[in-house]
């Protein structure tokens, strides 16, 4: 192997970030940074072609020939390229050798979905599950919503610890309008990355290199952003707003009443060129979540045809809750010269929580006539259950995180070497007083002669402090077999958590290779490691509150094997992946799940697996524009210690394994584009999601005694989009939108088929406790106008 590194400047001296720089015949290739320094490898003894480019310059072309070990130093001046052209198509060449998926941050603008976040794309894709529109939240290869690790600017980011309902979350912490890349996988990632189950999502920033801004309107709130920089480009920034209200759609829900949800967050990241090699970063974010409600009734309609039965609540109370976040880091970056970079940044987060609420709530459950033909089908026919329910809340929590976290990079012939470490001091403080309480027919539930129980209680103060210090390092190895790749990824990684002492040591190792098949475009890759996953908050805390101190890491070992095949259909370009994957897991803590709450038992007491394929299909169903199906197929087991029970006829039953909350045989995910032909500012997008059904029980209970399940996820959103004005068009000098580059505007159909899905259930007694799990259904179907102008 040889290298060759240098500069790229423009006409005028500046660095061109972005930069491309390939070498013609082979798939190696590199970009610019902000400062137009490049370093590639390349092969040795061989006349080869260097081809410089840039969307906005002329191209270059410098043919060299490098001997074994030599560097090269090709430094390169661009010449603006002045062209008239059409519509064109941008797109990113992914790193196919990697675990990590490149998602076009474009497309997060263009799907239609009711959070307005890039999760929304995430749920689309193989492995990601949701049931959900109301949440950002998803789950990964049988994992639940806490084992899902997320990046912005190498800084891990958390969500709020008492959110019970997706009503209540509000905004994502990622903010689209910043978005510069957007990295995604599913499993079997690299040393570098935290110590969660399931999968990491890592977010960049943008740095931009010119002024300009854009805002959002629609019926569900808006959004508005701005960037510059300096004339030097030393200085830059990008800062946006957001707000966001659910009214509009909550209004749609079986429960009536008075709705309030207020969401709003304010993010900046700006940088800063001390000298040509140290840049100075900061990264701030400020969010104020509330959601206060006042329900009035409720009627719900549910069971079969042979047993349709109907529930009625009028409720007295409300709810309140308040989410309060500030997250600050500093980030020195210093590149000591082409081979070796070197980072040190600091960070502090800290949320304020509060969930209060007393809800009485006075039902009847009725059979209804179900007779076809019937005058009064439909009609309460008998009252089979009444019942009064109190709900109680004061529940606030305060949790600080404060970390400083070092990380660098070697890049030196075959090699690129990467190691970090980082020190975190938490403090969480929280003072929980929950209970609900259950009267059926002048009866407490479950029933005492001699006091009043409550059918749950949870009940915790606590001040918390604990250290973690966390180190990785890893190598990836590139060997070039005459045409042919060969990537080989070895890291490990290490976790120290004051609060349980234990110490935990990660290795994972991935390959990667392509083969030199003329005929077929693929590249195969394998990848295996340990993933502990520590506690934050909850996994110490059982069903009652109470700690328990001896709480240990999860952990999960992945096998993954896939492969990624590029093709023609219809004579257009697709890719088609596969991933087979194997989680082999133990000291699990077995949780059960309503809505997005998950409350643990606080035990690492089980243990399990989880395996199965994802699929995916990539590629211009329609010319010119990308769309994609994804197909998973999973199953996810456990086995709990000590959960047999007598069944009616006094036998001890020992389930072994049974299904985790999880557990979902089939996921089907679309996203597709279209647009008019002979018009093709009028443009349509859909998403289209399927989950099968979610095995679900009475919170607290013995899981294996119960086989019952959440119905099937069935959802599909569409978008009408009419692009007025793009950057090539020509408006006149009087005209107050000509400074516009982009303005959109778009119709969206949320739940198009208005189907009922299921998100819980509410269960309640009768005297003769007999249970009824009653469907708390999602959103109906509802139109949203949305308004996109950028400059």
Not at 45 to 61: A, M, Y
Not at 712 to 724: H, L, N, Q, S, T
């Amino acid at each position: 192997y040889a290298s060759i590194h240098g500069k790229v400047i423009n006409d005028k001296g500046k660095p061109v970030e972005f930069a491309n720089i390939s070498v013609f015949g082979y798939s190696a290739g590199t970009n610019t940074d902000r400062n137009g320094e490049y370093y590639l490898k390349i092969p040795a003894n061989k006349e080869l072609k260097i081809i410089f480019s840039h969307v906005e310059f002329q191209p270059v072309q410098i043919k060299i020939l490098a001997k074994s070990n030599q560097e090269l130093l090709l430094n390169q001046k661009f010449t603006i390229a002045y062209t008239n052209i059409g519509e064109v198509k941008i797109s990113d060449k992914q790193q196919r050798t990697s675990n990590l998926v490149k998602i076009n941050p474009k497309t997060v603008g263009l799907i239609p979905n009711t959070s307005g976040g890039i999760e929304a794309i995430l749920k689309t894709l193989p492995g990601v599950a949701s049931n959900n529109e109301f949440s950002t939240q998803y789950s990964v290869r049988g994992g639940n919503y806490d084992e899902n690790l997320v990046y912005v600017n190498d800084i891990e980011v958390y969500r709020p610890v008492l959110i019970r309902a997706g009503q209540q979350e509000g905004l994502s912490f990622v903010n689209s309008d910043l978005v510069s890349s957007i990295e995604f996988s599913a499993g079997g990632f690299d040393a570098k990355y935290g110590d969660k189950m399931s999968s990491v999502l890592d977010i960049k920033y943008l740095k931009p290199s010119e002024f300009g801004g854009g805002f959002s309107a629609s019926l569900l709130g808006g959004s508005i952003f701005l960037q510059s920089c300096s004339d030097n480009h030393r200085f830059t920034q990008i800062s946006g707003m957001r707000y966001k209200t659910m009214s509009y759609l909550l209004n749609s829900l079986d429960t009536k009443g008075d709705y309030k949800p207020s969401f709003s967050d304010f993010q900046t990241y700006m940088t800063y060129d001390v000298t040509d090699r140290f840049e100075l970063g900061f990264l701030g974010n400020f969010a104020n979540n509330s959601y206060f409600f006042v329900p009035s009734d409720r009627y719900t309609s549910f069971g079969t045809v042979t047993d349709a039965l109907g529930f009625r609540v009028y409720f007295d109370g409300q709810e309140k809750d308040m989410f309060t976040t500030y997250m600050g880091a500093v980030s020195g970056n210093y590149k000591v010269n082409s081979h070796f970079n070197l980072k040190l940044i600091a960070s502090a987060f800290n949320t304020t929580e509060s969930e209060t609420y007393d809800i009485q709530g006075q039902y009847y459950l009725n059979e209804l006539d179900k007779e076809i033909g019937s005058d009064n089908l439909g009609d309460s026919l008998m009252n089979i259950g009444v019942g009064t329910f109190l709900n109680h809340a004061r529940n606030y929590l305060n949790a600080k995180v404060i970390n400083i976290y070092h990380k660098g990079q070697f890049v030196k012939n075959n090699h690129n070497i990467l190691w970090g470490a980082k020190f975190q001091h938490e403090i969480i403080a929280d003072n929980f007083n929950e209970w609900n309480m259950l009267d059926s027919a002048g009866y407490t539930l479950p029933y005492s002669d001699t006091t009043v129980d409550f059918t749950h209680t949870y009940i915790s103060n606590n001040l918390i402090q604990s250290n973690r210090i966390t180190s990785y390092i890893q190598d990836n190895y590139t060997l070039d077999l005459d045409s042919s790749f060969l990537i080989l990824t070895a890291g490990i990684r290490t976790n120290y958590w004051t609060f349980s002492n234990q110490f935990l040591v990660s290795p994972r190792v991935s390959v990667s290779y392509q083969p030199n098949w003329n005929e077929h475009d693929i590249v195969f890759r394998l990848a295996t490691g340990f993933y502990y996953q520590p506690p934050f908050q909850k996994e110490f805390r059982n069903l009652q509150g109470n700690i328990n101190y001896d709480i240990k890491a999860q952990k999960s070992i992945h096998y993954v094997f896939s492969t990624d095949y590029k093709l023609k259909i219809w004579g257009r370009p697709f890719k088609y992946t596969t991933e087979l994957y194997y989680k082999q897991l133990s000291s699990l803590i077995p949780y059960d799940i309503d809505n997005v709450r998950i409350r643990y038992y606080g035990k690492n007491n089980s243990y399990g697996y989880a395996t199965g394929v994802d699929m995916k299909l990539f590629g211009e169903f329609v010319s010119g524009i990308d769309s994609w199906a994804s197909l998973s197929v999973m199953q996810t087991k456990e086995d709990i210690d000590n959960d047999s029970y007598y069944d009616v006829d006094s036998n001890l039953v020992n389930p072994g394994y049974i299904p985790r909350p999880s557990d979902q045989l089939v996921n089907f995910g679309l996203f597709f584009q279209d647009y008019l032909p002979k018009n093709p500012s009028f443009k349509m997008q859909l998403s289209l999601l399927f989950g099968s059904r979610l095995p679900a029980w009475p919170p607290g209970l013995i899981k294996a005694k119960y086989d019952f399940h959440i119905p099937e996820y069935r959802r599909v959103d569409i978008g009408f989009a009419k692009v007025i004005k793009t950057e090539n068009d020509t408006l006149s000098a009087k005209n107050p939108f000509r400074k516009f580059k982009s303005i959109i505007i778009t119709a969206e159909i949320f739940n198009l088929l208005g189907t009922k899905n299921t998100i819980s259930y509410t269960w309640i007694k009768d005297i003769r406790n007999n249970m009824y799990g009653v469907p708390n259904y999602l959103s109906n179907r509802r139109l949203n106008i949305k308004l996109t102008m950028k400059f």
